[in-house]
């Protein structure tokens, strides 16, 4: 059982389009995390949310907890997004109070 | 700041084989993780420390020893390499409070077990 989902699991699209990513969680949270991690590269923290919708750029999120569900977004795609993009959260049922569980990520290459 | 710095970034072991990995963070994070990476599956925690001499186990602790002697280190030993242990391990620090909770990640190691 996976407390994270995403979907989809790989994206191929061309220079230009918007894209969406989805995420859909089981455990109560009091965050959630978009993480990016290039090829052969680290984990960067996108977005951080607790409510609403945040954008950075050309980078926007959305969270409706009531359906415990996320979106990111990203307009006018371009190759260097290409990357994983990783749906995280932060539990609030956990003893340790930071336990974080994280999607298998979803894999978008942009074609120029 | 350097951020949370991870060595070595790649490593061969043989089978049976003791290593650790080492990990540090110069941004006073109560908080430190280790994780590891396998293809097909999301992030999965080992290990975790809540502040200097505390730590506690993760979802996958099996193998792996942690210690937290100050806040800055948080080193991982792998104490009888097994292939099963091939992986990508990321060490994340961050602050404990709610309002402080986003996590950084360091660069990886990546570790192959023959």
């Known amino acids: 059982k996976n407390e994270v989902e995403q979907s989809p699991q790989n994206l191929t699209a061309q220079e230009g389009e918007f894209i969406t990513i989805n995420c859909s969680y089981s455990v109560g949270i009091s965050a959630l995390h978009w993480l990016q991690q290039h090829p052969g590269g680290g984990i960067v923290s996108l977005f951080m949310l607790s409510s609403g919708k945040k954008k950075h750029g050309r980078l926007i999120a959305t969270i409706n907890i009531q359906e415990k569900h996320s979106s990111l977004h990203i307009t006018a795609s371009h190759p260097r997004d290409s990357a994983v993009y990783i749906c995280?959260?932060?539990?609030?049922?956990?003893?340790?109070?930071?336990?974080?569980?994280f999607g298998t990520g979803t894999s978008l290459t942009v074609i120029p | 700041n350097a951020g949370v710095t991870q060595t070595p970034k790649f490593q061969v072991l043989k089978t049976g084989q003791s290593m650790t990995l080492q990990c540090a963070q110069d941004?006073?994070?109560?908080?430190m993780s280790w994780y590891r990476q396998d293809p097909g599956m999301g992030l999965r925690l080992i290990h975790y420390s809540v502040g200097a001499g505390i730590t506690d186990q993760g979802e996958v602790p099996n193998g792996y020893n942690v210690s937290r002697s100050t806040t800055e280190d948080f080193p991982l030993r792998l104490l009888s390499a097994a292939p099963s242990q091939t992986s990508v391990y990321f060490c994340?620090?961050?602050?404990?409070?709610?309002?402080?909770?986003?996590?950084?990640f360091g660069p990886g190691t990546r570790l192959t077990v023959l």
């Open positions: 995280a959260v932060r539990s609030v049922n956990s003893n340790t109070g930071n336990q974080f569980y």
């Open positions: 941004m006073n994070h109560e908080y």
């Open positions: 994340a620090s961050s602050y404990m409070g709610h309002s402080y909770n986003e996590q950084f």
